[in-house]
């Protein structure tokens, strides 16, 4: 009876060892692997240090405040072979502040796959996340991911306000392991402001191209008889007119039957965006489109 009462004991200390490690490879992703990939979020003494209480059904969602979302755990196989929750943390505080931060540590076979799938429901427009880099600006392309190694921010408005609610994922093929670090940090989405052309000016499109669009429209969309185009012929005349603050390339149309005699003068915007008509008695122009 002695004997199994010290074995049981080496047993239980094998528990609070195992977590102390793993915890510590998932410090070593947080710290060395999303540096690579220009995320370094670790600032201050912000780690989660309280192991928490495994589930025996993994995590069902991530939550911080009043901000929830589905977890990892929900895309993963139901066997359990693609990989499974391995420790929780927690900083030790209420769970409805909202500057708590939340670190779920996974051991995977396959990273790329899963977290390809995950993507796929967080950037689902009822979800509302985003890519973003570190200061939460949206990235305009969404990145090939790679079993070896890699990181990723995302983020969408928090409940709160000022506030966004963020998961910051990495792994690292070399222990198996994935961090995913939860929290609602204050910030705000932004977007990529498009680029404007010099001065503000937008440059005239091809000539033969808008010929092309107006042949390819139907009479009556230009308020004209017929059943086709090619009824008419249409000429492009020099220089630009302006309408509304748009440059307008001038066209008058003309029926085949009736040479000499103009059906129609209209006035196309170099954006392609707007057709207008001339009024050749009052010089006055009507929007078509």
């Not at 709160?160 to 670090?181: M, P």
């Not at 307008?248 to 003068?265: H, L, M, Q």
């Not at 209209?266 to 489109?289: A, C, K, M, W």
Request: glycine share 8%; aromatic share 8%; with cysteine.
């Amino acid at each position: 009876m002695g004997k199994k009462k010290k074995g049981g004991k080496k047993k239980l200390l094998l528990i609070p060892i195992a977590l102390v490690l793993v915890a510590a490879i998932a410090a070593a992703v947080v710290i060395f692997v999303l540096p690579r990939f220009g995320i370094n979020l670790i600032g201050g003494d912000d780690s989660p240090k309280v192991e928490e209480p495994l589930p025996k059904k993994g995590v069902q969602e991530y939550s911080v405040g009043e901000n929830i979302v589905a977890s990892l755990d929900t895309v993963l196989d139901e066997e359990g072979s693609e990989g499974e929750l391995l420790a929780m943390r927690s900083p030790g505080k209420k769970a409805e502040e909202v500057d708590n931060r939340f670190t779920y540590i996974y051991e995977l076979n396959s990273f790329a796959a899963v977290m390809d799938r995950y993507l796929d429901f967080l950037l689902d427009s009822e979800q509302g996340f985003f890519l973003t880099d570190e200061t939460y600006l949206v990235l305009e392309e969404r990145p090939e991911l790679q079993d070896v190694e890699g990181a990723l921010i995302l983020a969408r408005p928090a409940v709160e306000e000022e506030h966004v609610f963020q998961l910051v994922i990495g792994w690292s093929q070399a222990s198996n392991i994935l961090a995913v670090r939860v929290s609602a940090p204050e910030g705000a989405i932004t977007h990529p402001k498009k680029e404007k052309p010099e001065n503000n000016r937008i440059e005239p499109s091809n000539v033969s191209t808008q010929l092309s669009q107006l042949r390819d429209m139907e009479p009556a969309h230009l308020g004209l008889p017929g059943n086709s185009m090619d009824e008419y012929t249409i000429f492009p005349v020099d220089g630009f007119v302006k309408v509304n603050e748009q440059d307008c390339r001038r066209f008058n149309v003309y029926e085949k039957d009736k040479p000499g005699s103009i059906a129609g003068t209209y006035l196309f915007s170099v954006d392609g965006e707007h057709i207008y008509i001339l009024n050749p008695n009052s010089h006055q122009v009507s929007t078509i489109r």
